[in-house]
């Protein structure tokens, strides 16, 4: 039977998308099968991470009974696997107890990429989640957003994997500490702000395949292993690793901005 792991936020613009597809990679390393399932469905963007536009079937069609999970999976050059969502079709009258069954019956672990926020799609959304992961940022707005998220998940009876707080680093930032107070006896894993991931999405790939060395690419396994259910060990030569990577940045020259644009160009902000 497949476990089905719901990424929620409160809000939108806290980095769900990006931290439910390395939490894929991540968790296929460990050996994993999974399908990481577009379940925004009238605001889809889980395809575009990817570079993936053109797809054979949808989780439209899923829910509609014109496709079954396999016929509307695509793989991505890392080996994600994805279930998008339509970015046309009208999503009025699906159900999901179809959906439930099918997704009993896969041996992979799906996550489940909600719309953000608390409307009512993505409440319909945790029927079919077993446990779910709430992603947060760490300022007040957010924050604030993710109890009333906590509180409807509990409403629903769902199992609480944890908090991730992502984009951390910040010195005017909400502690740990405080933002753990909001899901007590969850662990609250912290993904810091890493100027890779702004560039690993203009190359539509994960973090963890673009730069798995990063201090984000840590966080992200460190979760990943949490969820398993696994102790987290830092790969081979990872500390050299960072340090010959930001050894590497420090020493480009100035005078050759296209390289510099390269290795340090981008948006400071995790998307």
Request: contains cysteine.
């Amino acid at each position: 039977m497949g476990e089905v792991i719901g990424i929620m936020s409160g809000k939108g613009g806290v980095g769900k998308t990006t931290i439910a597809l390395n939490l894929a990679l991540a968790i296929q390393k460990l050996g994993r099968a999974v399908i990481v399932v577009d379940g925004d469905i009238k605001n889809p963007n889980l395809g575009l991470y990817l570079g993936i536009y053109q797809y054979p079937a949808t989780i439209n069609d899923v829910l509609k009974g014109s496709a079954d999970l396999n016929s509307a999976k695509c793989t991505h050059s890392t080996g994600i696997s994805i279930i998008p969502a339509s970015l046309s079709s009208d999503s009025s009258g699906v159900g999901l107890s179809k959906l439930k069954k099918l997704f009993d019956e896969t041996d992979s672990c799906i996550i489940l990429d909600f719309a953000p926020g608390l409307g009512r799609e993505a409440v319909s959304f945790l029927e079919l989640c077993d446990k779910c992961l709430i992603v947060t940022n760490p300022n007040i707005p957010s924050v604030a957003s993710t109890l009333r998220l906590v509180n409807i998940v509990e409403s629903h009876n769902k199992n609480i994997l944890g908090v991730v707080i992502n984009r951390t680093g910040k010195s005017y930032e909400i502690s740990r500490e405080d933002i753990e107070t909001v899901c007590p006896g969850k662990p609250a894993w912290e993904i810091p702000e890493d100027e890779n991931v702004r560039k690993s999405a203009m190359l539509k790939t994960p973090l963890l395949d673009y730069k798995p060395y990063s201090k984000a690419a840590a966080g992200f396994r460190e979760v990943a292993a949490g969820i398993v259910g696994v102790d987290y060990k830092e790969p081979g030569f990872y500390k050299l690793r960072q340090f010959l990577d930001l050894f590497r940045r420090r020493t480009v020259p100035e005078d050759l901005p296209e390289l510099k644009n390269d290795e340090d160009g981008g948006d400071d902000k995790n998307p």
